[in-house]
């Protein structure tokens, strides 16, 4: 009796183990940093390093240290931390062109609305992106840049790309949409 529950029980341990299917996992996002494209991500583009490069604020101290100005409309909202990456690459035949994401954890999807829909915080002309990372993202061209603003889940995003070159635009949008697609 007790060899066959052995081996009743060894069945079942096989069989459990052959239906379980091997499929990849996503990283788990632990901080707003984890979202940020590492070095190379997305092709053509390389992480800045030193102190310029980027930062990390986890309270609305480091915060106003990192802005200096405007943090109130992130400490209105919500604030929880905080990370800015600049990455360096090409757009057509233009090359060390700098692009400057800024990731907002603001704690709920309801916060980083209120972040976006701010109205100290207002685009002039704002136009849709082609291929938006969320339903809440616009995108605006100034003389010698474009910039994108979205929210999706507790997180809000600014992306600055200098360049006014039409392909800069495409570009935000390949790095707005790598990061949405890390956003659970």
Same mark, same amino acid.
């Given at each position: 009796?007790?060899?066959?529950?052995?081996?009743?029980?060894?069945?079942?341990?096989?069989?459990?183990?052959?239906?379980?299917?091997?499929?990849?996992?996503?990283?788990?996002? %632990?901080?707003?940093?984890?979202?940020?494209?590492?070095?190379?991500?997305?092709?053509?583009?390389?992480? =800045?390093?030193?102190?310029?490069?980027?930062?990390?604020?986890?309270?609305?101290?480091?915060?106003?240290?990192?802005?200096?100005?405007?943090?109130?409309?992130?400490? @209105?909202?919500?604030? &929880?931390?905080?990370?800015?990456?600049?990455?360096?690459?090409?757009?057509?035949? =233009?090359?060390?062109?700098?692009?400057? &994401? =800024?990731?907002?954890?603001?704690?709920?999807?309801?916060?980083?609305?209120? &972040?976006?829909? !701010?109205?100290?915080? %207002?685009?002039? @002309?704002?136009?849709?992106?082609? @291929?938006?990372?969320?339903?809440?993202?616009?995108?605006?061209? !100034?003389?010698?840049?474009?910039?994108?603003?979205?929210?999706?889940?507790?997180?809000?995003?600014?992306?600055?790309?200098?360049?006014? !070159? !039409?392909?800069? =635009?495409?570009?935000?949008?390949?790095?707005?949409?790598?990061?949405?697609?890390?956003?659970?």
């Amino acid at each position: 009796m007790k060899i066959i529950n052995v081996f009743i029980v060894l069945v079942v341990l096989i069989i459990s183990g052959c239906s379980k299917k091997d499929e990849p996992t996503q990283p788990t996002v %632990v901080s707003t940093q984890d979202l940020l494209p590492r070095d190379k991500e997305i092709s053509n583009w390389s992480k =800045q390093s030193g102190s310029d490069g980027g930062w990390f604020a986890t309270n609305t101290t480091q915060l106003q240290e990192k802005i200096d100005g405007g943090f109130e409309l992130f400490a @209105n909202h919500g604030f &929880v931390e905080a990370a800015m990456q600049k990455y360096s690459g090409t757009v057509n035949t =233009q090359s060390n062109i700098d692009l400057e &994401v =800024q990731i907002y954890n603001q704690g709920s999807q309801p916060n980083s609305d209120g &972040v976006f829909d !701010d109205p100290n915080n %207002v685009f002039a @002309n704002p136009i849709t992106p082609n @291929n938006p990372p969320s339903p809440k993202a616009q995108i605006t061209k !100034d003389i010698f840049s474009y910039t994108m603003k979205y929210s999706k889940a507790k997180y809000y995003l600014r992306l600055t790309i200098v360049s006014n !070159d !039409d392909k800069a =635009q495409e570009i935000l949008e390949v790095f707005a949409n790598n990061i949405a697609a890390k956003i659970k």
